[in-house]
C-alpha cells in the first residue's frame, strides 16, 4: 500500500479523517504538516474528541498526538520489539528529514488472534419487514439473503469471530422457517429462539428473556451490519459503568441547495451553498446489562429507545460509542440493501 494513502494534512476536517480511515481499512493516520511528518492519528484519538468534546467540525490538528512513535531507517530492525514496548499497531519509518519511507503493521502476515467475547447476543428477527416488501412477502426479514447466505447469518458469523456463542433469536413473522433454516445449517454457534405471540417491539420482547440472561449482553437489529472491534465496544460499555451503550454511526448529508437563512426582520442573515450536515445516529446495536430485562413489564409493546428514554430519566448512565459512517451497513431499505450487497460480495 502506497505510504501517501496514510498521510492527512493537520488542516483537514476530522470527517475527512474518518473517511481515510475507512478507505485505508487502518486504524491510524500520519498527520504532515508543510508536508513534513508531526503527529499521528488513531480511531480511538477520534472516539475520544467525540466523546469528550462532541464537536464535528474540528480539525485534525485538534485531535492528533504531536508526539508520535516512529522509527529511523538505521533502527527497523528493532521495529517488532519497540511496537510490543509501546502496544502500538503500526509504526512510520522515516529519513533523517522526518519523511515516511515506509510503515510497518503488527498483524501483517500473521493470524489474527482469537478473541473471547464470550457475550450473549440477543437479535430482534420478529419484524414484518414491510420496507423490504415484496422481498418479505416470500421471506422473512433475517432470511432475505446477502450473497450465499441470509443477513442474520452474517450478523451471527460476524459476533462469532469475536467468541461470541450463544445466540437469541427473538422471533415472530415466519418464524417457522428462520428455525427450520438454522436447524438445518451445520454451526459451530448455539441458537437460541424467543417466540414473540404479540408484536412487542424492538424493546418488549426483551421480557421473553427473563431467567434466560444473568450477564452483560449484545442487542441487535436483524438488518444492520456493524464493522466495528466489539471488544472494544465492550470495554468502554464496562470501563464507563453503563447501563446501556447505544453504537451511533456517523451520517453526512449533503443538501442539493443553497440554503438561505433568514434574520427575524425579513432580511437575509446568510445563505450557504449546498452545505452538509454531520450528525450521530442510532444504528440498532446496543450492550446492555441485564437489569434492563428483570425490570421489563412482560408482554408489553416498547420500543428499545423508549426504554432508553425512560432510563435517562432515572438518571441512569446511557453512553454512545461512536463509529464511522462506513463501519455501519443497514439493508432496512432496498436500496440500502443493495448496498449491502455490493459490500459484501467483494
Not at 420482547?205 to 465492550?234: H, M, R, V, W
Not at 470495554?235 to 453503563?242: F, G, I, L, P, R
Not at 428483570?294 to 438518571?315: C, R
Request: hydrophobic share 35%.
Amino acid at each position: 500500500m502506497d505510504v501517501l494513502e496514510f498521510l492527512i494534512d493537520e488542516e483537514a476536517t476530522m470527517i475527512e479523517a474518518m473517511e481515510q480511515l475507512d478507505k485505508t481499512s487502518t486504524k491510524i493516520l500520519f498527520v504532515t504538516k508543510k508536508g513534513d511528518f508531526v503527529a499521528a492519528l488513531t480511531d480511538g484519538d477520534i472516539r475520544r474528541w467525540i466523546l469528550k468534546k462532541g464537536n464535528l467540525d474540528a480539525r485534525v490538528k485538534n485531535i492528533a498526538n504531536y508526539n508520535p512513535k516512529f522509527l529511523y531507517e538505521d533502527e527497523k530492525n528493532k521495529s517488532r520489539e519497540y511496537m510490543k514496548k509501546h502496544s502500538i499497531e503500526a509504526l512510520p519509518i522515516v529519513d533523517d528529514k522526518m519523511n515516511i519511507l515506509s510503515v510497518i503493521f503488527w498483524n501483517n502476515g500473521e493470524v489474527e488472534q482469537k478473541r473471547n467475547l464470550e457475550l450473549p447476543v440477543v437479535i430482534m428477527a420478529g419484524g414484518l419487514g414491510t420496507r423490504l416488501y415484496p422481498y418479505t412477502k416470500i421471506l422473512p426479514k433475517p432470511l432475505i439473503p446477502i450473497g450465499e447466505i441470509p443477513i442474520v447469518e452474517h450478523i451471527i458469523n460476524r459476533f462469532n469471530q469475536y467468541g461470541c456463542n450463544q445466540f437469541y433469536l427473538v422471533v415472530n413473522h415466519k418464524k417457522n422457517m428462520i428455525k427450520a433454516y438454522f436447524n438445518e445449517i451445520e454451526k459451530g454457534y448455539k441458537v437460541n429462539y424467543v417466540d414473540e405471540d404479540n408484536p412487542l417491539g424492538t424493546g418488549g420482547g426483551l421480557s421473553l428473556l427473563k431467567g434466560k440472561i444473568d450477564s452483560t449482553f449484545i442487542l441487535s437489529n436483524c438488518d444492520i451490519l456493524i464493522e466495528e472491534d466489539y471488544e472494544k465496544i465492550y470495554n468502554y460499555h464496562k470501563k464507563e459503568k453503563k447501563l446501556i451503550t447505544m453504537v451511533c454511526s456517523l451520517k453526512s448529508i449533503k443538501i442539493p441547495y443553497g440554503v438561505i437563512e433568514i434574520s427575524e426582520t425579513g432580511e437575509i442573515e446568510n445563505m450557504k451553498e449546498k452545505p452538509e450536515l454531520s450528525f450521530f445516529t442510532n444504528t440498532g446495536m446496543y450492550i446492555v446489562e441485564p437489569k434492563v430485562i428483570e425490570e421489563l413489564e412482560e408482554n408489553k409493546a416498547i420500543g428499545f429507545p423508549d426504554i432508553i428514554e425512560y432510563y435517562k430519566s432515572q438518571g441512569e448512565k446511557i453512553g454512545i460509542y461512536p463509529i464511522s459512517e462506513y463501519s455501519w451497513m443497514d439493508m432496512g431499505e432496498i436500496n440500502e440493501m443493495e448496498e449491502m450487497r455490493r459490500r459484501l460480495e467483494r
